[in-house]
Every structure is written in structure tokens, then in C-alpha cells.
């Protein structure tokens, strides 16, 4: 067993992490630049489910002869894209925007501070790593 394995899979994972809420950012920026065009419909981008079964899946336990048969959830955390889901206005109110500047804010709130939190764990595990290197040094 090679004693940086479980360093390299966190890495990984927040390196992927990263990339994704920069993904949210941007759809989230968007939203909110548009909040004001006539019949703009909100986007969302899902990935928080799909990263998990990634993470929790275990590889190698299913076996299918055609894509199709069964639906198969990430078993890599390298291989979670995300999705980009349209939110269209319900209300029938109005200029057909869904967009709510107030959520947004608040999303781009919540997403600044879990991106914040990897990239401070991503920062602490390569100082580990560097500890390492220098044999304690």
C-alpha cells in the first residue's frame, strides 16, 4: 500500500471540487447578469449528488453487457460533470424571468464559502505533502 494514496484520492477530490464550484460560479454570475432580461430563465447546476455517489461508490461492483440496461452512477470522482438544469418562470407574472436576485446572492454566498473551504483543505494537504518531502524538515 503506498502510504500517499489517501493524500492523492483527497487531492483529487478537491481539486474536482474546485472545478465544480467554479462551474456554479459562473452559471451563477450569469443568472444574476441577466436578472433583468425579459424571459431569461434561471439555471441551476447540479453536481452535489453525483459527486457523492462517486464517492461512496464502489468500483467494479456492477457489470452490464449495454449501456442501456442500467444506469450507472459515477464510480470516479474524475468523471462527475454536473448538469445544467432551466428553472422557467411559474408565476405567469411579469417579464417570464425567474431569476430572483436575492437567491442568488444567497448562492453565490453559500458557493464562495465551499469553494473558500476546498481550497483551504487543498492548501493544507499540499503542505503536508511538502512536509513530507522534506522529511519533517
Given at each position: ?16 471540487v ?46 452490464t ?73
Open positions: 500500500m503506498n502510504p500517499l494514496d489517501p493524500f492523492d484520492s483527497n487531492i483529487q477530490l478537491l481539486q474536482k474546485l472545478d465544480l464550484r467554479s462551474t456554479n460560479q459562473r452559471v451563477i454570475a450569469t443568472n444574476i447578469a441577466n436578472a433583468e432580461t425579459p424571459g431569461y430563465s434561471r439555471k441551476v447546476f447540479e453536481f452535489e449528488e453525483e459527486l457523492q455517489q462517486a464517492i461512496t461508490a464502489t468500483p467494479g461492483t456492477l457489470a453487457t449495454n449501456s442501456r440496461h442500467i444506469s450507472l452512477a459515477p464510480t470516479d470522482v474524475n468523471s462527475v460533470t454536473g448538469s445544467v438544469r432551466t428553472i422557467k418562470d411559474t408565476t405567469g407574472l411579469g417579464d417570464e424571468n425567474s431569476v430572483s436576485v436575492d437567491t442568488e446572492m444567497i448562492d453565490l454566498s453559500e458557493n464562495e464559502l465551499l469553494y473558500e473551504t476546498a481550497a483551504q483543505l487543498l492548501k493544507k494537504k499540499i503542505a503536508m505533502l511538502s512536509y513530507i518531502v522534506r522529511e519533517g524538515k
